[in-house]
């Protein structure tokens, strides 16, 4: 698992790219607020699998990216990102020790730390933000981590990704 | 460190705005290409709606849209008498003419995900006579106003944001006030409407033309519901918008004569 190979970035760039699409796939407009943070779970779990390939650089990156796309502040959301995956990076051996249940809330807590600071700025900008948009994505995000696990570890042992 | 420097982005993005315009404007069209791909389920839905109809189902469609033609065009010859008495009358009055809008069609190819804010994306641009402040209706009343403009697409706040307002007046006696967005996007605000005030529930509110942004006339919200509390100095007047805010997908951009710059 700790090996990577180069041609492996394709992959893992693709998932980025899908879940950039997914994060501004239009939802009904009143239904916005339950939206999975599904860029942020992914670059949790690619840092978990890649520690030495990706890491806070990408992180700030991948969070101008979804800036860019998103029509947000630039910065805003690579500052929550960049936060997250350096808490994340902390973290990491014991994230990998813990079980399903305990990664459900860890995440949870990783999740809802990136969108206290998504709102922290957004709320600097005078906008009113409910406590349900911090709450709501992280829960269903933390709900989401297993599938992703699951799927993603399957996923990458047919493509024979970083072995 | 990287945190320091999306700080440093954050308040550059936020305060320097315009001399990062050019670099900005780039990078948007590399974001068009995501609503591009968000888009295409919907055209493809739209193209199976179009390609995939049983011939009853369109006779019967063409049999009420040609109704629907003709009672258009009853009403449509009263209103050209009503439009040149009216013009007269203006004449008389010596008063400014009305104008007629001009209106450019577009479709809706996104919505902010951020729920703090209502910004709706539309698929026309600088490149189409797009400009920041122009007034965008459906058909059922006004929506908002452009806030950013990029070559092929721009963002549009809807009247219902939390930092929006505009000028409207009561249609039935011409009372004016100003209808501010709550963020909830069934919900406008009236601010300080007085209690003695001639409003009931039903009235409808029209653009005032105030604040030289958005055209005379064009209906805004409906009054549901009025509050008059003695402790306060104002009474509470909730409106709810006539425009399908979270339904309209063909819109239309309005050009109304003057251009006005710069954000609300």
Known sequence: MEGSKVGNS????????????LMVYPLPIDWRWLRPELLCLLAIYWVLRFPQLLGVGMAFLLGLVQDIVQGSLLGQHALALV?????????????????????????????????????????????????SYFWAPALISALLWPLLCHGLDKLCWVLRVGV | ??????????????????????????????????????????????WLDDSLVSREELLEENRSLKGERLILQRKLQQYATLAADNARLRQLMNSAELVQ?????????????????????????????VF???????????MGQVIEVN????????????????????????VRAVAEGSGDLYELKLRHVSNTID????????????????????????????????GRAFATVIARPKAQLNRSRHVLLAFSGQRNEGRP
């Not at chain 2, 920041?132 to 058909?139: I, Y």
């Not at chain 2, 219902?160 to 006696?173: F, G, K």
């Not at chain 2, 509110?205 to 009025?226: D, N, T």
């Open chain 2, 151 to 174: 070559p092929y697409f721009s963002r549009v706040l809807l009247i219902t944001d939390a930092s929006h307002a505009l000028s409207v007046q009561i249609n039935r006696n011409g």
């Open chain 2, 101 to 129: 809008d001009r209106v450019l069609i577009a479709e809706l190819i996104g919505v902010s995900p951020d729920p703090t804010e209502q910004v709706v994306v539309v698929n026309k641009g600088s490149e189409h006579g």
């Open chain 2, 199 to 230: 409003v009931k529930v039903g009235d409808l509110l029209v653009s005032s033309g105030l604040g030289q942004r958005f055209p005379v006339g064009y209906p805004v919200a409906e009054v549901v519901s009025i509050l008059h509390d003695p």
């Open chain 1, 83 to 131: 936060v997250t995956i350096y808490i994340t990076q902390l973290t990491i051996h014991r994230l990998r020790t813990y079980g399903t249940l305990q990664q459900v809330m860890w995440v949870f807590l990783l999740v809802f730390m990136h969108e206290l600071f998504l709102y922290w700025v957004s709320m600097l900008l005078g906008r009113e933000a409910l406590f």
């Open chain 2, 1 to 46: 460190m990287l945190a320091l420097i999306a700080v440093a982005l954050i308040i550059a993005s936020r305060f320097f705005s315009p001399s990062m315009q050019p670099v900005k404007d780039k990078l948007d069209g590399f974001a068009l290409g995501f609503y591009w791909i968000t888009d295409l389920p919907n055209r493809f839905n739209n």
């Open chain 1, 10 to 21: 394709w992959f893992i760039g693709f998932s980025f790219l899908s879940a950039l699409v």
């Open chain 2, 132 to 142: 920041v402040g122009q007034p965008l209706l459906d058909a059922y009343g006004l």
